[in-house]
C-alpha cells in the first residue's frame, strides 16, 4: 500500500476550511495538511479544530509557494502520491478516492480534476474562458494532448512528479499551463478525470480584477516560453537528477 497525503493550500479561509475538512474525512482517511500561507484570519485555528495538521507560513507568499511547502513536506516524510485541492470549499472531494486508485495502478503521473469533463457547468467569465482556451491550444500544439482543465488546482501526482516541484525552477507564482508543458517534456503522462465545483461562497477568486487576470495570463505565457526555449534534454536530466 502506497502511503498517501492530502495537501490544501489556505489563506484566510477560515469560514471554509472546517467543512472543506469535515468533506474530505468523509471519503478518505489519509493523512491531511493544511498550508496555512500568513492567515490573518481562523484558518490556523479552525483547520486544528477540525483534525488536520497545520503548516504555517510566517506570513503571505502565495499560492505557489504554498503548494511547493506541500510538496517539499510531503517529499521529506516518504509519501508516495499526493493530492492537491483547494481550500476554499469549490472542489468537491468525492472522486478523492478515485484519484489515488488511478494515480495509484500507474495509469498516469498526474491527474488532473477536470471541470469541463463534470455535469457541474463550469462557466467562467469571458476573460479567463478565452486565456483557458488558448492554454488549451498551446498545450495541444506543443504537447499533442487534449487538456480541457489546464488551470485547475484539483491534482493527483505521484512522488517523481512533487519531488521535481521542490526544486528552485518551480514555478512559485503561477503554476498551471506551464507546468503541464514542463511535465510533457520530461516524458511524465497527464491525464484527466472530471470533477464538479461549486461557486466560491464568499465570490472570491484567485484572480478576481482584470489586471490581475491579465498579469497571470502574462505570466504564464512568458514560463511557457521559456520551457520551450529550455532543451528538452534538460528537461529530461532534470527528471533523472532529482
Known sequence: MKKKCIIIPAYNEGGNIANVIQEIKKVTDVDLFIIDDGSKDHTKKMAKQAGAYVISHPFNMGYGVALQTGYKFALRNNYDILLQID?????????????????????????????FLGKGGYNPRLLKKIGIFLFKVIIRLINNARITDPTSGYQCMTKEVFR???????????????????????????????????????????????????????????SIFISLISSKNYYKKKALDI
Do not use: A, W
Open 87 to 115: 481550500g476554499d470549499g469549490q472542489h468537491i472531494p468525492d472522486m478523492i478516492p478515485e484519484f489515488f486508485k488511478k494515480i495509484e495502478s500507474g495509469e498516469c503521473d498526474v491527474l488532473i480534476g477536470s471541470r
Open 164 to 222: 521535481i516541484f521542490t526544486d528552485d525552477s518551480f514555478p512559485c507564482d503561477y503554476p498551471d499551463t506551464n507546468i503541464i508543458v514542463r511535465l510533457h517534456r520530461m516524458g511524465f503522462i497527464v491525464k484527466e478525470l472530471p470533477v464538479t465545483m461549486r461557486e466560491n461562497p464568499e465570490g472570491r477568486s484567485m484572480h478576481k480584477g482584470t489586471l490581475t487576470l491579465m498579469y497571470y495570463f502574462f505570466t504564464m505565457f512568458l
